[in-house]
């Protein structure tokens, strides 16, 4: 088994597990549209994930698909769902962000 998640994951301290999955289902991501007993495939080296679902019934998954209401109107919980980049984007303010992309470092 894979454990798959685009947030954080307490208490896995074993097996496989693909974390911070981005975009993230709460602001439609492709784990949004996932539904139980539908089949994803992982390749580790080419570093992708791929759900094998039609791509009709996806698009209607799509339209079908609402987004959460806000847990926060105001403080930094406002601040943080209306700021915050997506973990592919660094997990950092919008607002703060440097004016340069920095590559990845390799992990051996």
Request: hydrophobic share 40%; glycine share 8%; aromatic share 8%.
């Amino acid at each position: 088994m894979v454990r798959i998640s685009d947030a954080r994951m307490s208490g896995t301290s074993y097996g496989a597990c693909v974390l911070h999955v981005a975009p993230e289902s709460w602001i439609g991501g492709p784990l949004a549209l996932v539904e139980d007993g539908d089949s994803i495939e992982l390749d580790v080296p080419a570093r992708t994930l791929t759900l094998h679902v039609p791509e009709a019934e996806l698009a209607r998954r799509r339209a079908a698909w609402h987004p959460p209401a806000p847990r926060y109107a105001r403080g930094y919980g406002a601040l943080f769902a209306q700021h915050i980049t997506q973990a592919n984007d660094g997990c950092d303010f919008d607002f703060i962000e440097a004016g340069q992309k920095i590559d990845d470092p390799e992990i051996h």
